[in-house]
């Protein structure tokens, strides 16, 4: 089993919409956990980090169930400009992170 | 603030040719440094971390090697390149040791032909 897990889509949805991906994770010593959002032939950008129940900024809410061992991004009003891959990542020791394969998400107009 | 420099931005290379990538932060001291890569349609793979000057940990036994010269200069190398080295390879830093966000450089898209 990855230590870390993400359906990999693509996850099409239309303007407006509210989508949710989710991420689950094995090992349960992690202690905080990260969205990212990467853009075709770019690199990763920080979007959201997780470090105790959740987080939320505007549109983006993460959420983090320990006892489950997953995290999920919920995205309200999708615009065309969410369109991109969502990674998540979830340190591992002190210094590593162990990143997801990632999710794709089209909006579609 | 701080800024991360990785170059060159692509690079094609033929079988068997050397290697060297170089990333610098800029605006920060003792950071954190890693090199990743992420083949096509893959998600990102751990080479390489470093917490200080000459600390090297190497994540994936393979073709390539990383060295630390300075506090804030990261360079990923080989001495002969193979074709499963072909990727996308992205230099990150952090700093701190218990929330420690990482930070991307923009790659190197690295074509072996």
């Known amino acids: 089993r990855k230590e870390v897990e993400q359906d990999p889509g693509p996850f099409n949805v239309p303007e407006g919409a509210t989508v949710a991906f989710n991420c689950t994770y094995s090992n349960s010593a992690s202690q905080s956990f990260f969205w990212y959002r990467q853009d075709c032939r770019k690199e990763p950008k920080l979007l959201m980090s997780v470090y105790s129940s959740g987080n939320e900024d505007g549109r983006f809410t993460a959420q983090l169930n320990r006892a489950s061992q997953y995290i999920s991004l919920l995205i309200r009003d999708s615009k065309l400009s969410d369109s991109a891959t969502y990674l998540c990542?979830?340190?591992?020791?002190?210094?590593?992170?162990?990143f997801g394969t990632g999710t794709r998400l089209k909006v579609l107009a | 603030s701080q800024t991360i420099h990785q170059w060159p931005a692509t690079l094609v290379q033929p079988v068997g040719s050397p290697l060297s990538l170089e990333c610098t932060v800029e605006g920060t001291s003792n950071p954190n440094l890693y090199w990743y890569r992420q083949a096509a349609g893959r998600g990102l793979q751990l080479l390489f971390y470093?917490?200080?000057?000459?600390?090297i940990s190497s994540e994936v036994p393979q073709n390539l090697s990383a060295s630390r010269p300075q506090d804030r200069q990261f360079i990923l190398s080989s001495k002969k390149l193979l074709l499963s080295d072909s990727g996308f390879y992205l230099c990150?830093?952090?700093?701190?040791?218990?929330?420690?966000?990482?930070?991307f450089g923009a790659g190197t898209r690295l074509s072996v032909l």
């Open positions: 990150a830093w952090s700093v701190g040791v218990a929330i420690n966000i990482q930070y």
């Open positions: 990542a979830g340190t591992s020791g002190t210094y590593k992170y162990i």
């Open positions: 470093s917490v200080g000057i000459g600390q």
